[in-house]
């Protein structure tokens, strides 16, 4: 019963944050909203694996932590230079105008 | 069950229904605040407060064991990793320029300013040459 009641309010959390990640008019609103759902996955997953009396899955809930915090810089990164890593291949504008 | 029983029983419902509060009130204020910068707040209610409600609800009712372990070591990624994000979101934000709504006032660093200091500070990229 316990475990219902988080489980429903966080999904209740996961939806009004899907909202905002749709109709967000900046994408840095649509990250910020990103990362909060990031966050209610892993306790979603967590709260499920206890409700369901299988707490396994807080090794799921564990993963996904991390990738969540990766996931999160690579975006910004990414909207930053246009590029992850390697920036061989990319034409830079400025040098090019030179 | 004894009187210890029923004292962690009620602390667990009281931590997991304040830490379900709390995540509903960040995801309303995420969805209800006018700008970006006053979000900010509403999600570091849901990373910080209903984050460790919720957590220390499913510890107590874990008891002393091993997933009483992982989940210590998921609020510990959860609180280091959280607010690191939420900071890196925020600058981006600063570096492209948006400004908290209502503030008229001329900034004392305009945004050209932030983004040429943040484009000075050498890009890890290129700082090392491959030593091929």
């Known amino acids: 019963m316990m475990f219902a009641v ?13 909202v905002r990640l749709i109709a967000g008019p900046t994408v840095y609103d649509r990250v910020l909203a990103v990362n909060a759902f990031g966050t209610c996955t892993v306790l979603f997953i967590g709260a ?15 993963l996904y932590a991390l990738i969540n915090f990766v ?20 034409v830079d504008v400025d040098e090019e105008v030179r | 069950m004894g009187i210890f029983d029923t004292i962690i029983y009620v602390l667990s419902w009281v931590s997991i229904l304040s830490g379900s509060a ?34 220390l609800g499913m510890m107590l009712q874990a008891g002393l064991t091993l997933i009483t372990v992982k989940l210590f070591f998921i609020g510990l990624f959860l609180i280091i990793t959280g607010p690191t994000s939420t900071h890196a979101v925020a600058n981006a934000a600063l570096v492209s320029g948006s400004r908290p709504l209502g503030d008229d006032s001329s900034p ?21 040459p491959s030593k091929l």
Request: proline share 5%; net charge negative; glycine share 6%.
């Open chain 1, 6 to 18: 988080a489980v429903l309010s966080l999904f209740i959390a996961m939806v009004l944050l899907l």
């Open chain 1, 48 to 62: 499920t694996g206890f409700l369901f009396e299988r707490p396994e899955f807080l090794d799921i809930a564990l």
């Open chain 1, 71 to 90: 996931g999160t810089l690579a975006i910004l990164k990414f909207f930053r230079y246009r590029a992850l890593g390697d920036r061989s291949g990319i």
């Open chain 2, 22 to 55: 709390f995540l509903i009130i960040g995801a309303a204020g995420i969805i209800r605040f006018p700008d970006f910068w006053s979000r900010l707040h509403a999600a570091s209610v849901i990373d910080s407060a209903g984050m460790a409600l919720l957590l």
């Open chain 2, 108 to 128: 004392t660093i305009t945004p050209e300013q932030v983004a040429e200091a943040v484009t000075q500070t050498p890009d890890p990229i290129e700082e090392e």
